[in-house]
């Protein structure tokens, strides 16, 4: 399963940016799609995440910021970042957990995406 991001850049301060991620390949469902993050110097964190069922989850620094969604025809989850501060300036990522088609079988997958650039400017 691969994933592919997009919709980073340059912005800013209290700009608005929309990323997206598509997932494809041999899947059989997605469970949960994540938005991580990672500054330099920094660990990499969990930013929001959506469940199959839509159930939605915010780290405290974006909750209130962003919102997560996802199209399920299209195997893609989407994060609108809005009101954007230079604290929000990172690689982020995109990663999907399920189940996959492996031969005439399925099993688990976390796939990632390969980052898109965040920079917010004051």
């Known amino acids: 399963v691969q994933l592919q991001a997009s919709g980073g850049g340059l912005v800013q301060a209290g700009g608005s940016l929309r990323l997206s991620c598509a997932a494809s390949?041999?899947?059989?469902?997605?469970?949960?799609m994540n938005w991580y993050r990672q500054a330099p110097g920094k660990q990499r964190e969990l930013v929001a995440t959506?469940?199959?069922?839509?159930?939605?989850n915010y780290a405290d620094s974006v909750k209130g910021r962003s919102t997560i969604s996802r199209d399920n025809a299209k195997n893609t989850v989407y994060l609108q970042m809005n009101n954007l501060k230079p604290e929000d300036t990172a690689v982020y990522f995109c990663?999907?957990?399920?189940?996959?088609?492996?031969?005439?079988?399925?099993?688990?997958?976390?796939?990632w995406g390969q980052g898109t650039q965040v920079t917010v400017s004051s």
């Open positions: 990663n999907a957990e399920g189940l996959g088609y492996g031969g005439i079988t399925v099993a688990d997958f976390s796939s």
């Open positions: 390949g041999s899947i059989f469902s997605i469970n949960a």
């Open positions: 959506i469940t199959s069922g839509t159930k939605t």
